[in-house]
T-cell receptor, first 114, second 113 residues
Framework: AQSVSQHNHHVILSEAASLELGCNYS??????LFWYVQYPGQHLQLLLK??????LVKGIKGFEAEFIKSKFSFNLRKPSVQWSDTAEYFC????????????FGTGTLLAVQP | DTAVSQTPKYLVTQMGNDKSIKCEQN?????MYWYKQDSKKFLKIMFS???????INETVPNRFSPKSPDKAHLNLHINSLELGDSAVYFC????????????FGEGSRLTVL
C-alpha cells in the first residue's frame, strides 16, 4: 500500500524566511497528491493538489508544491512565511486501490516567529 | 453554511460509557469518511461509506460502529469507551472521484476519563 513520509516533524522559522517542507510517497504510477493545513484548533483545509499536468502546482496563500516523479516527492514551498502560517501541514496521497482513500503523512508543525 | 458539520465538537465522558458522534455533509458527495487524529496529530482512516455502503473498515476495534442512514450522514458510535479512544475524530466527504480531494469537518474532540 501507499505510504507518505514527512521528514521534518517540527520547523521553526522567522517571518519572511523561505519555507520548504519535504514529502515523499512510496511508489509510482499515477498519483494524486495533496497538501492540507491545520491551523491551531481547526480542521484540515486543502492548500493545493496535484493530479496531472504541470508538476508545479500553485495553491492558496502563496504556497506552491513541485511534483518530481523521479524522486517520488511533492515538496511544499513558500518564498516568505508569515506569523499566520503557523500551523500543522500534512502531505497526503490518494491510494490507488479500489477504495481511493487518502493516506496522510505524520505532519510537520511549522512555527513562525514574529 | 458549513459543508461538513459534526456534533458534538467536544465530548468528555467516563471509561465504559457509550457515545455517538454525528456527521452531515451538504455537498452532495457520495463518499464519507471517519479519521482519527491522535495526540501526536497522526491522522488514520477508520471507515468509509459510499452511498450508505461500507467500503473501508481499517483495523478498528468492533466497539466502533459507523452508521450511514443516507449518503449525507455518517455517524460514529463507540461502545465501552477506553482511555485510548481519546482523540479528535474528523469526518470528511470526498469530492471529485478523479482527484479524491477530501472536505473535512471541524472535528470532535473526545476525552475519556
Amino acid at each position: 500500500a501507499q505510504s507518505v513520509s514527512q521528514h521534518n516533524h517540527h520547523v521553526i522559522l522567522s517571518e519572511a524566511a523561505s519555507l520548504e517542507l519535504g514529502c515523499n510517497y512510496s511508489y509510482g504510477g499515477t498519483v494524486n497528491l495533496f497538501w492540507y493545513v491545520q491551523y491551531p484548533g481547526q480542521h484540515l483545509q486543502l492548500l493545493l493538489k496535484y493530479f496531472s499536468g504541470d508538476p508545479l502546482v500553485k495553491g492558496i496563500k502563496g504556497f506552491e508544491a513541485e511534483f518530481i516523479k523521479s524522486k517520488f516527492s511533492f515538496n511544499l514551498r513558500k518564498p516568505s512565511v508569515q506569523w499566520s502560517d503557523t500551523a500543522e501541514y500534512f502531505c497526503a496521497v490518494k491510494d490507488g486501490g479500489a477504495t481511493n482513500k487518502l493516506i496522510f503523512g505524520t505532519g510537520t508543525l511549522l512555527a513562525v516567529q514574529p | 453554511d458549513t459543508a461538513v458539520s459534526q456534533t458534538p465538537k467536544y465530548l468528555v465522558t467516563q471509561m465504559g460509557n457509550d457515545k455517538s458522534i454525528k456527521c452531515e455533509q451538504n455537498l452532495g458527495h457520495d463518499t464519507m469518511y471517519w479519521y482519527k487524529q491522535d495526540s501526536k496529530k497522526f491522522l488514520k482512516i477508520m471507515f468509509s461509506y459510499n452511498n450508505k455502503e461500507l467500503i473501508i473498515n481499517e483495523t478498528v476495534p468492533n466497539r466502533f460502529s459507523p452508521k450511514s442512514p443516507d449518503k449525507a450522514h455518517l455517524n460514529l458510535h463507540i461502545n465501552s469507551l477506553e482511555l485510548g479512544d481519546s482523540a479528535v475524530y474528523f469526518c470528511a466527504s470526498r469530492g471529485e472521484l478523479a482527484t479524491g480531494e477530501l472536505f473535512f469537518g471541524e472535528g470532535s474532540r473526545l476525552t475519556v476519563l
